[in-house]
């Protein structure tokens, strides 16, 4: 089955970063909109994971996808809700809270999945792709990059949208506000529990779609623990891309190259033991930490719940 | 009783102050049991929606970790890795470092206390053994923390992040370990060598209670002792409280940043230690507890108080043993207490609110 360097081993490598890249992609965004507006959203994890199980339910019972990412963002955004309730609206400890909702949605959805599904993993069909004309006919990349599912454009856009609403819009300034100087914003007479909130739900939405993604298209089913992480590199990857949303983009091809190894690396016949390739993005991330920690620029307020009055 | 009868004796303001002295009382009262209550009943209604009476689940893993004697010893013994978990965390919290890398330490430990100990204990008396396993399991552990202190301490790199990636990184390395280079040419399960019942820690008078239990409780008052009454302690809880007003204080923070890692990361490493040669004897391939989260809402509910936390900590063992039972006999996955646990900390946090509020109207 070829080696090293044939074209399937390119293919399946490239096709698979991308496939691996596109929840942390979304995960990414949401995170950074929770950190411009100064909520640092631990509980991301937990809502990729509820993203992922509601998501993988709503696409087996109603047979369609689309139904599926929905459910997934509605998930996600459900927990948000929760977090934003407690961390915004009563300005309790951001890392408690983070914590606890990530370390409740995965025991939740492993019990949800434990009762639904019992010891049975059932599969999804495979999802279809929509290919790009012409672009899709490239050797070798055009499978890999332009034969994806609709969702993978639109994860993508998603990255122009948000720069967009940073660079041109007042709500991107109230975030950058929010995050920064919230008492500013305050005085400017726009709501900053209200302007945090919509980071939050929107971060809950993206995460949720990210699970929903890698459950259904990625994976194609379920397992209890199945995110392993994914929404802790999301946060890294807001952490370093210092509020631009192309630089999530590329680290999130990053990182997914490293995840897509695994498959990869079998289709070329190399046996190299499974546990060490799932240390490869958690080395990759230490690595550009270590290079890149010092550079990694936060807002100002992030963590702090703002108090109107409070010094 | 006696308070309403003194009241009535000595007149109006004295009532009135012995009245708010037991309203404050009573507060504190709710405010720590009230969180537990609350989330055992919201717990109780995700049994009921899957199906399961939450009562039978209840007293099932009351009877099983805290009711009957077996049951009982093997709460206690669960005890001592956690306790070990606990000061280590206690010891990051107050000093205001968040070290939630706990599993991939507690999980090198184990290898490492797994991987010395059955070939040591063959050429040296075994409590010489058993000490050296503990030790060196306790420097990988802080080995494991270093680079998250390095990174915190003099590129202000945010620890949460780091020691998070770690224990990701940690719990897959302790797993090569076991599976390519200490695992156990004599079975064909994959684990490290095991280490003889008779050679492990030795057990208290006649019970099956592990003598870990003992360092455990050693360790945690040890850690109380350090941070609430030594001048070490106290600079600790300066970083902890104001990281700006420690500098200004002319106090090395770097310093003791890294001082905390270590100690932290050691205790949970020793912790990983204690449960192999106390209990488990050797390291199954893909073992992970993951004690290291759930002993966290713990150290909170004890508001990183090491006396507190000792009660916190049986609490958690009584629902880990009993929901281990549990999930063999009525069906309900372990990770049931994942939920519960997480409840806890979120009721919590809400209590610590409400609190606030109090004192703040009674100040008013």
Known sequence: MGGLFSETFVTVLLFGAVTAAVPLLLAGLGEQMSEKAGVL???????MIFGAYVGFVGAYYSGSFWAGFA??????????????LLCVRLGLNQIVVGIAITLGMEGLTALLHHFQFARSYPRLPAAQVTPIPLLSDIPVIGPALFRQHLIVYLAVAMVFVTTWIYRRTQLGLNLQAAGDKPAALDVAGIDVT??????????????GLGGAFLANIGAGLFIPFITNGAGFLGIVLAMLARGRPLWVLFGALIFGLCLSLTTAAQVAGLNIPTDIIQMLPFLAVMLMLVLFGRRASLPAALGIPYERGAR | MNQQATETRVGAPDAAQAATRRNELLWRVAITIGPIVASLAIAGCVLLAVGVNPLTYYAYVVDRGLL???GLQQTLTRMAPLLFIASGLIVAFRSGMWNLGGDGQYLLGAV?????????????PGWLALFLSFVIATAVAIAWSIVPALLRAYQGVNEIITTLMMSFLGVSFANVLVKLVFLDPGTTVPQTRTLPVDDRLPRLFDTTVTSGLVLGLVAIIAVHLVMTRTSFGLRLRVVGANPNAAVHGGLNVPGLTLAVFAISAGL???GGAIDIIGV????????N?????????VVFLARMNGFAAIGFVFLLSVLSIGGESAARRLGVPQHFTLVLVSIVLITLAIAEYLDHRFNEKRRA
């Open chain 1, 194 to 207: 209200r302007t945090r909130t919509v980071a939050v739900l929107f971060t809950g939405a993206m995460a």
């Open chain 2, 112 to 124: 490492a206390a797994a991987a010395i100990a059955p070939v040591f204990v063959q050429v040296m």
């Open chain 2, 268 to 270: 949970i490493g020793m």
């Open chain 1, 41 to 47: 959203n631990i509980g991301i994890e937990g809502m």
């Open chain 1, 71 to 84: 459910a997934g963002a509605a998930g996600g955004m459900a927990v948000a809700a929760l977090m934003a």
């Open chain 2, 289 to 297: 507890p993951a004690y290291g989260m759930a002993v966290i809402p």
């Open chain 2, 280 to 287: 488990q004897g050797n390291v199954r391939a893909d073992w």
């Open chain 2, 68 to 70: 009957s004697p077996l």
